[in-house]
Nanobody, 126 residues
């Protein structure tokens, strides 16, 4: 069981960067895959990126590939999402979520994730 808290959201200008953090509390953090999702106002939640428990495996949605970088530090139970070259279409509430298993299709279904944070707002605007 993990409890997750996102932070780092805010207002950023187009072309700028932002780093989101997901802080976890609970047992066996390195046994959980961590995914990031985002939800724009009026739209469905979509998968953004996924990292395996060890941090060796990562996957990115095509819309963010090459701009976002996902990493984790299992020593302090933290996952980071570095977002570069942001544009207004990246705006939304960003959530981190935990899964007991990892595969390349995990982000396609929200129900694959057991624990969720409450989200952090990212707004890209000038």
């Amino acid at each position: 069981q993990l409890q997750l808290v996102e932070s780092g959201g805010g207002l950023v200008q187009p072309g700028g960067s932002l780093r989101l953090s997901c802080s976890a509390s609970g047992s066996s953090f390195d046994s959980w895959a961590i995914g990031w999702f985002r939800q724009a106002q009026g739209k469905e939640r979509e998968g953004v990126s996924l990292i395996s428990g060890s941090g060796v495996r990562t996957i990115y949605a095509d819309s963010v590939k090459g701009r976002f970088t996902l990493s984790r530090n299992n020593a302090n139970n933290m996952v980071y999402l570095l977002m570069d070259s942001l544009n207004p279409e990246d705006s939304g509430v960003y959530f981190c979520a935990a899964s007991r298993f990892y595969n390349d299709y995990l982000l396609r279904r929200l129900e694959n994730f057991d624990s969720w944070g409450h989200g952090t707002q990212v707004t890209v605007s000038s």
